[in-house]
């Protein structure tokens, strides 16, 4: 049986290569896993923010977007004019309070 430099090159071929597969596979399977956490976490992400694809219609997120800001915008207004109210309601009472104070002058000079 021939021992030379080719057959201990075959041998050490041999050696690595399932060190070799194990490696090639392993990096596979991270990208694979990857992929898979990731658009799971972008799904999750678009559900939170009320993005859903449905697959039967195409999500455009520029329609989205506007739509939910219109929405947010429109609480604000909502709010504000809440706000404005309950300002209005309370002024005439407590300003009525401090006119008279004003008119009357009852403070010493």
Same mark, same amino acid.
């Given at each position: 049986?021939?021992?030379?430099?080719?057959? $201990?090159?075959?041998?050490?071929?041999?050696?690595?290569?399932?060190?070799?597969?194990?490696?090639?596979?392993?990096?596979?399977?991270?990208?694979?896993?990857?992929?898979?956490?990731?658009?799971?976490?972008?799904?999750?992400?678009?559900?939170?923010?009320?993005?859903?694809?449905?697959?039967?219609?195409?999500?455009?997120? $520029?329609?989205?977007?506007?739509?939910?800001?219109?929405?947010?915008?429109?609480?604000?207004?909502?709010?504000?004019?809440?706000?404005?109210?309950?300002?209005?309601?309370?002024?005439?009472?407590?300003?009525?309070?401090?006119?008279?104070?004003?008119?009357?002058?009852?403070?010493?000079?």
């Amino acid at each position: 049986v021939p021992r030379g430099r080719g057959y $201990q090159r075959r041998v050490r071929g041999l050696c690595e290569a399932p060190g070799m597969l194990i490696r090639t596979n392993m990096e596979d399977l991270r990208e694979v896993t990857h992929r898979k956490h990731y658009e799971l976490y972008r799904r999750g992400k678009l559900k939170q923010m009320g993005i859903t694809d449905d697959g039967a219609h195409p999500v455009s997120l $520029q329609e989205t977007y506007e739509q939910k800001r219109a929405e947010h915008l429109a609480e604000l207004q909502r709010i504000e004019n809440e706000n404005e109210t309950k300002l209005c309601q309370q002024s005439p009472r407590k300003g009525s309070g401090t006119e008279e104070k004003r008119k009357g002058g009852g403070g010493k000079i």
